[in-house]
């Protein structure tokens, strides 16, 4: 099993484009996350999907948007990249939204936007 | 205040040193709690969950004082490989059920 899986691992981008990061999980897990970490303030939830056909938004969600697919891929979308979205990009699972169920992460994506 | 506080470190501790790092938190109605691992420029991993009697799992013991609302990590016989950031997590009980993470304690284990 390859867990999480996330691409791509890197990227540049210019201010203005816009892009795509991918998230797939192979645990048939139903709730996935995307994450955002920045130096000094630990990771910050940008949209979640406790299911499939659902997603909500989190902490931090202006500039980006979602798509849950299917019940294994999370897709996180930035139409319009801006300096402030450099950071370092992480998606989860869990087998539902419930408090006691781990979280899984994928190995994240590094985003620079110049 | 913020949610979920943690000292950054980095705590330096010699190989066979016990260490305790501390996490507090704001929201006194959270109902659970966990420590992840963070290894530099990899993902977080789970550690180990923190339940109200304490846990322990080998040389890592994680404990929770509703009362002064922290919850605690001590490490023991300290290993090189401990060396890492220590991530703290919060769910609460309102809303949706919502990671809320520290910022993370760092920790070196010096030969």
């Known amino acids: 099993n390859a867990g999480v899986t996330q691409t791509p691992k890197f990227q540049v981008l210019k201010t203005g484009q816009s892009m795509t990061l991918q998230c797939a999980q192979d645990m048939n897990h139903n709730s996935m996350y995307w994450y955002r970490q920045d130096p000094g303030m630990g990771l910050r939830l940008i949209y979640y999907s406790a299911s499939e056909g659902t997603t909500d938004k989190g902490e931090v969600p202006n500039g980006y948007n979602v798509s849950r697919l299917n019940k294994r891929e999370f897709s996180l979308r930035l139409e319009s990249a801006a300096p402030s979205q450099t950071s370092v990009y992480f998606c989860?699972?869990?087998?539902?939204?419930?408090?006691?169920?781990?979280?899984?992460f994928g190995p994240g994506t590094r985003l620079t936007v110049t | 205040r913020k949610e979920v506080e943690q000292d950054p470190g980095p705590f330096n501790v010699p190989e066979g040193a016990t260490v305790a790092f501390n996490c507090t938190y704001s929201n006194s109605a959270s109902q659970s709690f966990f420590w992840y691992r963070q290894d530099c420029r990899k993902e977080p991993k789970l550690l180990m969950s923190v339940y109200s009697s304490g846990n322990e799992d080998g040389r890592f013991t994680a404990q929770l004082n509703r009362a002064s609302q922290y919850i605690s990590l001590l490490i023991r016989d300290s290993k090189l490989s401990d060396s890492a950031t220590y991530l703290c997590v919060v769910i609460p009980t309102s809303g949706t059920y919502k990671y809320i993470f520290g910022t993370g304690t760092r920790l070196k284990v010096l030969a």
């Open positions: 989860a699972s869990s087998e539902d939204d419930r408090p006691y169920y781990e979280q899984y």
